[in-house]
Structures are given as C-alpha cells and as structure tokens.
C-alpha cells in the first residue's frame, strides 16, 4: 500500500516536474528565436562578451532596482525612455546611451510575454549555456576523423618474417652441405676438411664483393635521388608565429581560400594576408576552441586592439602608438583574467609573454608600434621561375588542392607538391583547358576560332598575318 | 689490367650512400639549396623575407624592414574606372569614396547613391555580371550571410556556429527597401561588428556583388527585372525590353 501511494506521489511529481520544465524550454525557445531575430546582430549570442551593444547576461539584475516596465520600454523604444522625464531610470538609461553610443533599433512590436520570454532564454544561455536546463552536451561528431591510414604494417611483418626464415634456412642448408662435404671426404680418406666458422662464410670474398656491389648501385641511386630534391621543399611544415589552423578554419567553420589570400584571383601572389583579416571575425571571436585566447591575443597584440574597450575606454577600440607596452601588457592581463576563468596566474603570464614580440617600440621617440606578423613562407619557387596565381585560379579554374594539397584538413600547413619542373610540366601536358563558360576566354572562344580557321581556308590571310613582317624573319 | 682494391669500392660506395641520405626536406627543415643565387630574387618581393647574403642592396636589418607588409604612402589614391562620389557615378575619376565612417556619413550615403553605377549593357552582360557577382559573394559574404542571403551563412548556423552576432538577412523588407548606398556603405566601412571589406573588393567588384545581392532579393520577392532590381532575365523579350527602357529613363 505504502509503495503504491509512494509511486503515485512520485509520479505526480515527476508529471508536474516534465510539464514546468516543458513550459519553461517552449518560452526559452519562443524567446531564442525572438533573440536570434531581433538582436544578435548587436547584442553577442554567449551573453557574456560585449559587441557594438554590452552582453546582455544579467540583465534584469542590472535593472532591478527600477519598475520592470522601464526595462520592458527601454527594450521596446530606447530613446523614448531617455526623453520620459517621469521615468525612474532617466538617468541610468541616458548614461547607457552615452557610453555606448549607439540608438539600439525600435522594437514597438514585441509584446510583454515575447519580451519575457527573451529574458528567460537570455539568462538560461547566460548562467548554463544552453538555450533551457537541464543542459545536455552535444556528443561530439565522430565523423571528423581523417582518411583512414592504409594498413602496410602487416604485409611489412610478414615480409620480415619471411626474410628471417629463408635467412635462416641458408644458413641451415650451408652447414648441412659442409657436413655432408665433410663425411664424404672422410669417407673417401681424403684431407678433412676444416669446419669453416660463420664469420668465414660471410667475410667470403664473393659475398663482400656481391656486397659492395649492391651498395655502389643503393648508394648512386639515392644519391641521384636526392640531388634532383636539392632546392625542393616538399613536406616542408615549419611552425608559424601564430599556431593558425587551416583545418579549422577552412575546413571545419568552411570559409572560402579566397576569403584570406585574396590576391590568388587577382594578382602573382595569393597573398599572405594582413592582420585586418583576421580581424574581420576576431574582432567578435575573442576565444579559440583549441587554443583559447593564447593565439588569439598575439592578432590582438600584433593589430593594437583592445578587446575590452567599453571597460578601459581611455583607450579607444585601438591603442594609440603613445600607448606604452606596459599599458598594453595590464589592458590585456585583465582581458585574459576576465575570460578565462580559474586559470593560473602563471598560465596567463605564459599567454602575456608571447605579446612583446608582436610590438615594436622606438627608442628614440618612445611611441609602441604594432609589428606585421613573420609568417614563414613555406611554398617557395625559385626566382627563374614565373609564377602567377590569378592566370592559374582565374583563367585557368584550377582548384586551390590541386597544388597545395587538402590544405582544409592540415593543421599545420605542409607543402604537397614537390613545385619541380617536372610536376609543372606534367600538369600542362594532362590538363585540358577549360574553355567553356569562362570569362577568360570570353565564353565564345570557339566561335572566334572557328570564324579564324574559315578565313585561312577561303584564303583571305596575308604573309603579314602570319609574322611575316617580323624583323628577325630577314635581319638575324 | 689489375681491378683496384675492394676497400676503394666500399668507400665509394660508404659516400655515396651517407651522401645521398641527407638533405631530404620535410617538418621544420626547408631541405638544402643548389646554386642559391639563381634562386633568390634581389629585388623586393611580396611575402619574402629570406635574406640571401648576395642580396647587395642593404643590409640584412634594412631589407626584413622593407619586406614587410607595408600600407602605401599617405596620400596615396587608388585608380579606378568609375567613382561613388554625391553627385552619382562618373567615368574616369578618382573613386574617393566621400562619406564617413560615421552614423552621419552612412545616412549621407544611403540618401545619396540610390543607383548601382556599374549598368549592364544587354542581357548578356548582365548575367556575366550576376556571374561574377555570385563568385564574389560566395567567397567574401556568404559565410556570414548565406549562399542564400538569408544572414545565416555556416559561421552564423542559426546561433550555433563560432561567431557570436547574427550577420544581415538581405531577405528582410528593411533591407530589400534600402538604397544600394547601404549596402555599398557597409561594404567600405563596416557596419556594426562587421568591418571594412574594401580591401577584398575593388570599386566595380562591390558593384557586382550588390546586383548580386539584388537579384537574390528579385527571385525571393518575385520582383520584375525591371524597377533597378536584377532578377536573371527570362527569356521572354518583353521583359528586356522593359528593363532597357528603365535604364534609359534611369539616364534622364
């Protein structure tokens, strides 16, 4: 009996749990979807980082000391509560808009229930990460392993073991026939002959000379091998000043090559490229999932940004070059501290350490200025040679891992192609030139070469036409 | 005639094999050179900076200052074909871009350039436009503001990708409204968290990047071609032909 009202109380429990909790992620889900439209284009969607708008974490603490309406106003029309003088946060909420400077957009229609909603899911993703409690941790995607390795190791056993038995089964066989030798001359009274030691047999002038033989031919071949390499980098895979991944920044978050090198469509170059780039995303991406914020503050140190601007604003967005290294080192200490929490004083200090290098300071005038980045190059053509990215990537559509490899997956880039002569060449010999829908080629390449091919054949071609006026045609 | 010696083979051959095994390139090791002065250029090139010791131009301090990446010299103007300046697009200027980076600036230049000054000439040119368009967008935009333009590229991924603010949805009636001065404001000085992108596009680029974006707009809103909105032409003549005549009036 006891059992039975137990669970029935259990039940009843665990039925009112399901449904508050059910009720509680429909309104965070109502209130994502109203955040996501309306204002993660200013307000950061981690509620803990700032953008052009503060994060909007805590939020109704920070207003809890006036009406809840004036929250709800000041979400809806911004301005408005700054021009209501019979408002309580007046005050509070004119100085918002002087420190950040910017009218956050009207929002006349959201409804009190849409904005509570919001709130809900703003301090759910806020104080747990997740859009409602209890958070479940996405299971990591097994589907990112690479390639699967062939599996030579087997047969490469194999081998060794068969090299072992015949190895010895010759030395078997020999001592079997110098036994037998032996019996035979004993047999016959002949002069014994003397049992020959291991070393005997292999220190055989035949063997050694079959030996050296085969060295001589292992030996030249390696060597031509090796000076045909001289000059060639290929697997080279040398360790960059910023530890940059291409496999999670082209492969895994999917941006284009050409986002980065931008030069590969119009110029020689592809272009390594400068640290604006990088701040294109980094100015709003503040923490790496593999490294953290350690790679991510030596762009910040090699560019002058300040990454917490709203809480030092003497500063600025940018350091001014007057800004001493000093007080680069403290604005980005309270940074580090402040986003990495519970990390150790001395990890940080190892994270600080890396910021010199990417600063420069004259001694003369005393004024600090950032330092373009030493990338290594690592694709390195000789200079009689001519190279040109834009013909390759424009005119002739060449995809970027034709050359380079699924650069996509490697985190520290390595050469792929040997860029020899001889790989040059047996590219221009096997590929076709694509000619169709290229604007290159002006799309109607055919059409001029077949109006060319029926002027020859009518006959209509002067020796003038076909170089006949050239000089060195006479006078050579 | 008397073979030489056994041990004059073996170290033949001794050398030629420790010779050989060296060298190979790979990890940290850029592998070793063969006639290096045929190799390095003595002139400054872009993205180099390996000193070579027969470099005579300067010193080794002097030529890693210059090859760095360098900003070009202040004044310095880019040449340009056509040019946004308040009083529309003119041929053969200088393409000063003239309005701020500043809230004032931006509402200047979305009341001032109201037209896309790169025109298409006839249906074929435009859809070369839309072409290159597209290939544009797709690398410089869409990872932020989707393939479809509907501001949920793969970074974005409906709030779930790394990047924490939601980019622009061209697919909404504000922006569809809104004068191209928008979009080419945003595309020379950044708005809000996105910045500045006038290095990746040149002054015509942003322009086909921005009938791009039009003609995406055109085929979500079923607009017509004509009215400045470039939807890819149907084959139907008479809609060309409306088109034409919109740019002529357009010219008036």
């Not at chain 2, 890693?64 to 880019?78: L, Y």
């Not at chain 2, 942003?206 to 909105?229: F, K």
Request: one cysteine or more.
């Amino acid at each position: 009996m006891i059992y039975q009202n137990l669970v029935r109380y259990f039940s009843l429990a665990f039925l009112f749990l399901a449904l508050s909790l059910g009720a509680q992620a429909q309104d965070a889900k109502h209130g994502k979807e109203l955040f996501l439209a309306n204002c993660a284009s200013c307000h950061n969607a981690n509620m803990k980082d700032n953008a052009t708008g503060p994060a909007l974490g805590d939020v109704e603490a920070r207003w809890a000391e006036f009406p809840q309406e004036e929250l709800y106003a000041w979400i809806r029309n911004s301005q408005g509560l700054i021009a209501d003088n019979s408002a309580a946060s007046q005050a509070y909420a004119a100085d918002l808009y002087k420190k950040w400077g910017s009218v956050m957009t009207p929002f006349p229609a959201l409804t009190d229930a849409d904005i509570l909603d919001m709130l809900v899911y703003i301090q759910n993703k806020y104080e747990f990460g997740c859009d409602s409690p209890p958070c479940v941790t996405a299971v990591a995607e097994g589907g990112n392993e690479g390639p699967a390795k062939e599996d030579n190791s087997n047969t490469g056993i194999i081998l060794i073991i068969l090299a072992v038995v015949l190895a010895l089964s010759t030395v078997f066989l020999a001592r079997y026939i110098n036994n037998l030798n032996r019996l035979a001359a004993q047999k016959t009274g002949g002069e014994p002959v003397a049992n020959k030691s291991f070393l005997q047999i292999v220190l055989n002038p035949t063997i050694v000379r079959l030996l050296i033989f085969a060295l001589v031919i292992f030996g030249g071949y390696t060597t031509v091998n090796n000076a045909i390499n001289l000059g060639r980098q290929q697997n080279y895979a040398p360790e960059q000043p910023i530890k940059f991944s291409h496999a999670l920044h082209a492969g895994k978050n999917g941006i284009d090559c050409q986002y980065c090198h931008d030069g590969a469509r119009r110029s020689k170059h592809a272009v390594i490229p400068a640290m604006n780039t990088c701040m294109n995303c980094h100015t709003a991406v503040k923490k790496g999932p593999e490294h953290g914020t350690a790679e991510i503050l030596k762009i910040y140190a090699s560019t002058g940004f300040n990454p917490i601007s709203m809480e030092t604003a003497e500063y600025g967005a940018y350091f001014s070059d007057t800004v001493s290294l000093e007080s680069r080192l403290a604005v980005y200490e309270k940074w580090l501290k402040a986003s990495n929490e519970g990390m150790a004083e001395g990890d940080i200090k190892t994270q600080l350490a890396a910021v010199p290098q990417f600063i420069q300071t004259s001694e003369e005038s005393k004024l600090v200025n950032t330092k373009p980045v030493s990338w290594i190059r690592i694709h390195n053509l000789p200079d009689h040679v001519y190279f040109n990215h834009s013909q390759h990537v424009t005119a002739g559509k060449v995809e970027c891992q034709d050359c380079h490899g699924a650069v996509e997956e490697m985190a520290v880039v390595k050469q792929h192609a040997p860029l020899s002569m001889g790989w040059c060449v047996n590219c221009h010999r096997q590929t076709k030139v694509k000619f169709d829908e290229n604007a290159y080629y002006q799309a109607d390449y055919y059409k001029q070469y077949e109006e060319y091919h029926k002027e020859i054949q009518e006959g209509g071609v002067t020796v003038e036409e076909i170089g006949g006026l050239e000089c060195q045609k006479c006078h050579y | 005639m008397k073979l030489p010696n056994l041990y004059f083979f073996a170290a033949i051959a001794l050398s030629a094999f420790f010779l050989g095994s060296c060298g190979k390139s790979g990890g940290e090791f850029a592998g070793y050179e063969y006639m290096p002065d045929m190799g390095h250029s003595i002139a400054y090139e872009a993205n180099v900076n390996t000193y070579y010791r027969f470099n005579t131009n300067s010193s080794e301090e002097e030529y890693q200052e210059f090859a760095k990446p360098r900003k070009p010299v202040a004044g310095t103007v880019p040449f340009n074909k056509t040019a946004t300046t308040p009083g529309g697009a003119s041929e053969f200027t200088f393409p000063v871009y003239a309005f701020d980076n500043t809230e004032a600036g931006r509402n200047e230049a979305m009341k001032a350039i109201t037209e896309n000054p790169l025109k298409a000439k006839n249906e074929d040119d435009l859809k070369k436009i839309l072409a290159q368009g597209e290939e544009l967008y797709v690398v410089y935009c869409a990872s932020c503001h989707g393939e479809e333009g509907d501001g949920n590229g793969q970074l974005w991924n409906s709030g779930d990708g790394p990047y924490p603010n939601a980019p622009a949805n061209y697919m909404t009636d504000d922006l569809k409204n809104a004068t191209d001065g928008r979009y080419y404001h945003a595309i020379v000085h950044g708005k809000g968290v996105m910045l500045s992108h006038a290095d990746k596009l040149s002054h015509d680029e942003r322009w086909m990047v921005i009938h791009y974006i039009r003609s995406l707009q055109a085929e979500t809103y079923d607009l017509p071609t004509a009215n400045g909105q470039n939807k890819v032409a149907t084959p139907a003549a008479e809609e060309t032909e409306a088109e034409e005549t919109a740019t002529e009036e357009d010219k008036k």
